[in-house]
């Protein structure tokens, strides 16, 4: 079912209450925010890496792909930001150290545009689906309840 969200206000408190349900397994907390440009993925994350204590700016890492955020005083070591837009195929993730950081339970990463590295997301890998509705509203969607 698809929540609105009314606001960049609003969407920093859906972060942090999903952020809050969120608990380390044995390998690490991925979540996929799959959504147009301009549908809030990267407002969803900037709003979960306030809640994790995250002070400095977050910014989509669209040209350096892998952003990795130190965490102090969390159930997670590292917020882990992805952005797989620019990306032709998920062997430029593995590339990059997937296999490591994907084994790290002390790890929370979020991927925007994971429809690009689908074959290696995984199987339960929360999925969130947003939405641009108009200048200050989106929709967001839980896909998988994983």
């Known amino acids: 079912m698809e929540e609105t969200i009314f606001g960049a206000d609003s969407m920093v408190r859906y972060a942090t209450a999903f952020v809050r349900t969120l ?39 669209t040209f350096v792909i892998e952003k990795i955020y130190p965490l102090v005083d969390q159930p997670f070591a590292h917020l882990i930001h ?5 990306l ?19 790890n929370v990463i979020f991927i925007e545009w994971p429809e690009r590295v ?15 509705i108009d200048e200050k509203t989106r929709g967001i969607e839980r896909v998988s309840q994983s």
């Open 23 to 61: 608990v380390p397994g044995k390998t690490a907390t991925v979540v996929g925010l799959a959504g147009d440009l301009g549908a809030g993925k990267t407002t969803f994350i900037q709003g979960a890496a306030k809640s994790l204590g995250i002070e400095e700016s977050v910014t989509s890492p």
């Open 82 to 86: 992805i952005d797989a837009y620019r």
């Open 88 to 106: 032709k195929s998920a062997d430029e993730l593995v590339a990059l150290g997937w296999g490591e950081i994907i084994r790290d339970p002390r």
């Open 118 to 132: 689908s074959n290696i997301m995984p199987a339960d890998a929360k999925r969130l689906k947003l939405r641009f």
